[in-house]
């Protein structure tokens, strides 16, 4: 404790870290006023300062009468492991699995050129995978890379590597990305592979990637299963919400 | 200009104002290096260096060859616009309705009662609204709040009002909220109101608002046309992201 800070502020510190740290699990019932007071030895007024400031952070839930309560923190996501489904998937301790269902080497035509934007007829090259977690259908994957990003991919055993371990190792960092999130119902191809009926709803993101030079690397679509995968969000009055929800009046539903 | 910067910091700042002020619109080329050193009377290494810095923050994208542009920049959006319906729509300057399906006051059940952390058999007033935007269905809302705010809502006209805004003017302040996103099929009632078939693809966002105390407000589940709206996300490896990308084995398929 910084002996400079206010009495309540250094409170809140052991406090939320106690949190932070995990000591403190999420759901726990926070101790009574009174036995803070006894363990840190300060009047009544510091606590209730501390307990005042957890709640605005969002790290202390509750009470109407009943104590307060540790709160579920939903945590940011690193870059890497929100961009590679197969760090995603070992993160969470699971296994992560992929099955090739199409590569190509081929020519942009103009649509695509534009999104990679590149020249009309640059080769690139794209992949269509089926994304698994222990074995099971979870995710539909296409993503088309321009050629030197793509040159690499067509060396490489796309069921047994991450695209993106793969480019890293020749230099190229994934680094930026944009991300539409909606919902489209499956199409024929999907729905056989995800073992659903056509037109079921699926969690869809579509996300150009960009290198470290920002340069457009790759564009993907990518279809969940709904109940595989979603995504949460925290936001407050104190930060603007670093999401933004796009009115579109026809948007499409994709190919 | 700082004189104490360096030089293409200098040149970053100018450029960069020009980009977020608008003074150059998205996808705008920029000039050529030879254009910029013309302009700013100094060689070309502080140009490329500043530019390399524009292409790093994401405010410039491209070129292979052809000359960078100016970078679609996702902007954040404030609380208040991100949680709250009408606000959303008359920021995109168009026109928000409603239509009140069911508003209810009724004794929280034990599912309830947790997710709204109340007493068992508290009372609860729910509302299920169609939403509209210039007369067309967009969105099916079902929200349940706690009976200190609750109360206000049964006195006001939920197809003229926003809630949010009356919750405000009630000294009920908004504050903080948890928000997750998936995809669900439209169950029958809301097919019928959003005129759609049953089991077509909603984009679904499930979100429990809490007021400036920390208290909870309300839940809600919140069911879009997936063609009227979607989320964007800027991701990079610079910033975690604030978006976290959840598996689960079993979501279910809410009600």
Redesign the interface.
Known sequence: MAASQPLYSQLYDVLAERIRSGDWEEGKQLPSEKALVAEFGTSRGPVRQALAKL??E?L?????G?PPRVQ?A???????T??SFTE??EE?G?TPGAKVIELTQRLADERLARDL???VESPVVAVVRLRL?DGEP?MFERSVYVIDAGRHLLRVDLEAESIYQTLRNQGI?????????????AGEIEARWLEVKP??????VRRTT?D?????LDIADNR?L????????????L???????????????GG
């Open positions: 709640r605005t969002g202390v839930v509750g009470g109407r009943a579920r939903v945590r940011s996501q690193s870059f890497d929100f961009i995603w998937v969470l699971r934007d590149i020249a977690v979870v960092f994934p680094t930026r990305a944009h991300n539409v999130i909606d919902a489209v119902g037109g079921s709803p699926l969690l869809r960009l470290q030079h920002g340069t457009v969940y709904p109940n595989k995968a979603n995504f949460a969000v925290d936001n407050s009055t930060n603007p919400t670093p999401l933004t929800r796009i009115a579109v009046d026809d948007a499409g539903s």
